[in-house]
């Protein structure tokens, strides 16, 4: 703890180098987000990933801004490879490449916040009622869970999003909407081991309502499933987004998302393959750095399963 | 185990059921595919027309009475009812497609369980070695994936390496040749040949997250004390890895991976788009593009029924895997 050193350097808990580490405990108390941080800055490809995920987020929505073209300007040299003038090239009507793939950055991740935030919102607490519950109240609710997993999320939102026209508000709700039911599920696995315990026990004693006691005490002890799904579900959302725009029924022009452009790219891969590829690599970064945030956040809130040697 | 089957069965229609309500209520919610139909014709069709086309399709009723009328012809008589276009059958059009579907998820599941269990039991027994970190970054990376865009990459590479070699190893478009070849043994290899790179792309990405899985739930295991036992008793290696490890590493994977069956349908419909398969997918997305309602809920009740099938199989694989559980 090199700041503590930095800030206090007056206090005479700082151990000197002439004195054995095994006397006074002098070390400062960590608490849980302290560790937490700590054991994610441990995992380098998490935090390569944080920093390239942020420069993407930046980019997507301060870079339209900034750079000289909007992503519906037609005034570049129409079906052009990559210049310096337009790193990304141009398509046939003479949109710039670059600002395009800007847009459908931002819509995509537009859609993949919302996402996460509906299907946090939903399903943290939906499964931590369900589990302090239990009983029939609990079977019955994972009954609305299982029911919507047995549906194919692309399919329905597939058909509801052709139907409802592909805005990317109406792609958010479906998915948020739709989405929620592995968060209840891993949140409701969690609380049902917490509800047995002694602090859980106490508040119903002292009277707390089953609301009471799902915000205040069961959802903080389960923030790191939370947090670690929650992630995940952010790429995942891009992912099905991309899908649902490939498939003509995400979010429709003259507004693009990546994988509408992929979508129009697709007949001319061999001949304009940079119209088909920068936007494809763009998902992939998003997804992959997601992931591995993801993943880092998971070995961060559960370090049971990472440095264990055998 | 068949009383359970059984009774599992029983419990899973009302899910079905709740499942083609939520569906069907959702879908009619969004657009009115009548109006849809003739929108733009020019001269605009007269309103008797308009009445009896509704009429066909069941659309002038209330929305409880046009779905319980569509539930109970499907109970009783096991159709879908009528599809948007007249000269469409879609019973006999879904059971046509439905075998080239079900050929492309089966072969890709079973290609993705096989390379996810070799990969994540390796991954776990060798962890932090070269063949961990490598087998991990190419799991994050299919996974990062969109199913269209590996697709479209290998159909991409199948068309350049067939140009490269000067044959037609293998093909891009269809699920089998328009004109098939004589004999059954051509024609079972026109088949595979057509199926190798859809499968491949499907399998890719669900391998990526089920390896991931294996790894973890191997890892759990291998630092477990009975396996210390096993291995302290002497047993070979190899005897631990399979016969103790291995077994109980299976059963949280064969709920992950029947939790991933309706997501494999949806992937499915964009391998199936990009290969231009005349599968399931190229009929979900036709209907979904036409608003054809009876069409769409007529996949999805398909699709939901194979993932509960799915699920329960994956039920029946616990008692087998795991001793302790018994069903009654």
Same mark, same amino acid.
């Given at each position: ?310 | ?133 490598? =087998? %991990?970054? /190419? &799991? ?7 199913? *269209? ?5 290998? $159909? ?105 069956? =309706? %997501?494999? /349908? &949806? ?7 990009? *290969? ?5 997918? $190229? ?46």
């Amino acid at each position: 703890m090199a700041d503590t050193a930095a800030r206090t350097p007056a206090t005479p808990t700082i151990p000197s180098p002439r004195r054995p580490a095994d006397g006074e405990f002098t070390i400062r108390e960590r608490s849980q987000w302290v560790q937490v941080l700590r054991r994610f800055l441990r995992h380098r490809a998490a935090v390569v990933s944080l920093f390239v995920f942020i420069f993407l987020v930046v980019l997507a929505f301060v870079g339209p801004t900034l750079w000289k073209y909007s992503y519906t300007d037609i005034s570049s040299p129409g079906g052009s490879p990559p210049t310096l003038n337009n790193p990304f090239g141009t398509d046939n009507i003479g949109h710039d490449n670059f600002a395009r793939v800007l847009r459908g950055m931002q819509q995509s991740l537009k859609v993949g916040f919302s996402v996460m935030i509906l299907a946090t919102g939903i399903g943290a607490p939906y499964g931590a009622i369900s589990g302090l519950l239990g009983g029939r109240v609990d079977t019955l609710m994972m009954r609305v869970c299982d029911t919507l997993l047995v549906i194919p999320l692309l399919a329905i939102a597939a058909a509801i999003g052709s139907g409802a026209g592909g805005t990317i508000v109406v792609v958010s709700l479906v998915l948020g909407l739709l989405g929620w039911a592995v968060m209840a599920r891993i949140v409701r696995g969690v609380t049902l081991s917490l509800r047995e315990q002694e602090f859980i026990e106490a508040a119903r004693a002292m009277g707390a309502s089953t609301l009471w006691i799902v915000f205040r005490h069961v959802l903080p002890n389960v923030v790191g499933a939370i947090i670690v799904q929650a992630t995940l579900d952010i790429a995942v959302a891009v992912l099905v987004e991309s899908a649902l725009s490939f498939l003509g029924v995400g979010i429709q022009p003259p507004d693009t998302s990546l994988g509408a452009l992929t979508n129009l790219a697709r007949p001319s891969v061999d001949t304009q393959w940079w119209l088909f590829y920068a936007p494809g690599v763009m998902i992939i970064l998003i997804a992959l750095t997601i992931n591995f945030i993801g993943d880092g956040l998971r070995d961060a809130f559960d370090p049971r399963q990472t440095r264990q040697r055998r | 185990m068949f009383a359970y089957t059984i009774r599992r069965l029983l419990a899973a229609i009302p899910i079905l059921i709740a499942a083609t309500f939520i569906v069907f209520w959702l879908v009619s919610l969004t657009v009115d595919p009548v109006t849809e139909e003739f929108a733009g014709l020019n001269p605009p069709p007269p309103q008797q027309t308009i009445d009896l086309e509704r009429h066909r399709l069941n659309l002038d009723q209330g929305f409880f009475v046009q779905y319980f009328d569509w539930l109970r012809n499907l109970v009783t008589h096991g159709t879908f009812g009528p599809a948007l276009n007249p000269a469409t059958d879609i019973n006999s059009e879904l059971y046509h497609r439905l075998g080239v579907t079900m050929r492309l998820i089966v072969s890709a599941m079973v290609l993705a369980l096989v390379l996810a269990i070799i990969t994540g039991v390796l991954s776990a027994y060798r962890q932090y070695t070269r063949f961990d970190y490598t =087998a %991990t970054f /190419f &799991g994050f990376l299919f996974l990062a994936m969109p199913t *269209f865009w590996i697709a479209q990459l290998l $159909k991409t590479g199948g068309i350049t390496f067939n140009e490269a070699i000067g044959t037609r190893l293998f093909f891009t478009i269809g699920e089998t040749s328009d004109i098939p070849p004589d004999g059954w043994w051509n024609q079972f290899l026109d088949v595979v040949g057509h199926m190798i790179l859809p499968t491949l792309s499907l399998a890719l990405i669900t391998y990526a997250a089920w390896s991931r899985f294996q790894r973890a739930a191997m890892l759990d295991v291998l630092n477990s004390d009975y396996i210390r036992l096993a291995r302290a008793k002497g047993l070979k290696p190899r005897q631990v890895l399979v016969k103790h490890a291995l077994r109980t590493a299976l059963i949280p994977m064969t709920t992950a991976s029947a939790l991933t069956i =309706a %997501t494999i /349908f &949806g992937g499915a419909v964009i391998t199936e788009t990009v *290969f231009q398969w005349q599968g399931m997918g $190229k009929f979900l997305v036709q209907s979904v593009l036409t608003h054809d309602r009876n069409a769409t809920m007529a996949w999805l009740v398909v699709a939901g029924t194979f993932v509960i099938v799915g699920n329960l199989i994956a039920d029946l694989l616990y008692a087998v895997l795991d001793p302790r559980i018994r069903y009654g």
